[in-house]
């Protein structure tokens, strides 16, 4: 690794903003950036407000130019493809609202898709005239499985005269955090006739990316959440042959090309003529908001060149403290680690630990329908104890996911372990009914 710190406490002490004695083991919901990069947006800030039309209308536009080159680079793809989005939600809701749907028309989805996105696939649903269905898989599942599960979704929707129109599924999904056979999946859909819809919002920063191999037809990722960026930055991804579909960026703003129509008034631009294209022009300007965060990508892959020994170091590191921390707290806990038999979901920056908690109606059991109390008191009292606990209840038991950005080492998984591990057994006496 290039000269620098450890990866671990030292690094999170030196370079990061956490307050004393915060250990980040919910990384995965809103990331983190360091010193150097929280500079670069206050700089960035300070040259807007020098001269705020003069870096709105003129200096903003040409370093986006360079920011989405730069995220190109990382994705394998051709600028002209990408754009930047606060976040992957707004991506979901730009593709899906722009395509335009017919009665027949099916979209795909798992049971463990981001929440975010089924609500946007539930108003699609309620908007439109399209329809939605569920892949029947259980998890945790062998690769082989899910991607049977899958085409046997899609023969089934057309066995029913209708057109499974888009699917849409993880590199690493949200709660639980597993790493899909997204690669499969995409290939899968290409031979089904299926569109892909890619959601990366975990995936950049955390596992390596090639889009110019796989070649789904729509991704996005948060650049937010493990490429040490700013909050909102995300990308959006759509090929030059779907770009034609896009018509307005959300909420609809300057970009938009109005079709000509009899007595159609023309409508003008009042920005500087974009570079770029079509799809870059609309989404150059959505608006007035503050998107320095976009043009901050530079100094954060700087950062993570020269400081933490670049992208392979780091996803390694991720992955293999994954694993074995996560090992290292089911074992404090007692339980075990969300994987399948060849272990290929555990192959990211997340584990997955079951919760010592039973729910039932017998002895020593938790009544069902205390899991929303259980969820919050866990919630509340891991922030008093300087952390933050992400988990999920699915299939009869509560999973514990646990981040593991380079900010970390096994020591402060351990130290939450222990911390979980007595918040279980206050549970179990039942001090959560009384809060």
Partial sequence: MAEGPPYGKALREKHFLYKDGYVPLNHGSFGAFPRAVKDEMIRLLDQCEGDVDGYIRYVYPAELEKARQIAADLLNVDSSTVVFVPNATTAINVVLRALTWKPEDVIMYLDITYSGFEKTVEYIVESTPAS????????????????????????????????????????????PGIRLPYEQLTRKSKELGVLSFLDGAQGIGQIEIDLGTIKPDFFTSNLHKWLFVPRGCAVLYVPEEHQAEIRSSIPTSHGYKVPPRPGQRKVNNPFPPATGNAFHELFNFVGTTNND???????????????????????????????????????????????????????????????????????????????????????????????????????????????????????????????????????????????
């Avoid at 945790?140 to 057109?163: H, M, S, V, W, Y």
């Fill in 132 to 175: 939605a269905q569920l892949v029947d898989i259980k998890w945790p599942c062998e690769t082989d499985e899910l991607i049977a599960a899958f085409e046997k979704t899609a023969q089934d929707i057309r066995a029913k005269g209708q057109n499974p129109r888009l699917a849409i599924f993880d590199t690493i999904t949200s709660m």
């Fill in 293 to 435: 965060a976009y043009l901050t990508l530079s100094t954060a892959m700087e950062f993570r060149k020269t400081v933490c020994g670049g992208e392979k170091a780091i996803i390694d590191y991720s992955i293999n403290l994954a694993k074995t921390g996560g090992d290292k707290a089911a074992q404090i806990l007692g339980t075990e680690v969300f994987d399948n038999k060849s272990g290929t979901l555990r192959q990211c920056a997340f584990a997955n630990i079951r919760l010592p908690l039973e729910y039932g109606d017998g002895p020593g059991q938790i009544p069902p329908e205390d899991i929303g109390k259980v969820q919050q008191f866990i919630a509340k009292e891991s922030v008093k104890a300087g952390t933050f606990f992400a988990f999920v209840f699915y299939n009869g038991a509560h999973w514990w996911r646990i981040s593991t950005p380079v900010m970390l080492d096994e020591a402060d998984i351990v130290w939450g372990a222990q911390i979980m591990k007595g918040l279980c057994e206050r549970v179990r006496n039942e001090e959560y009914a009384s809060q």
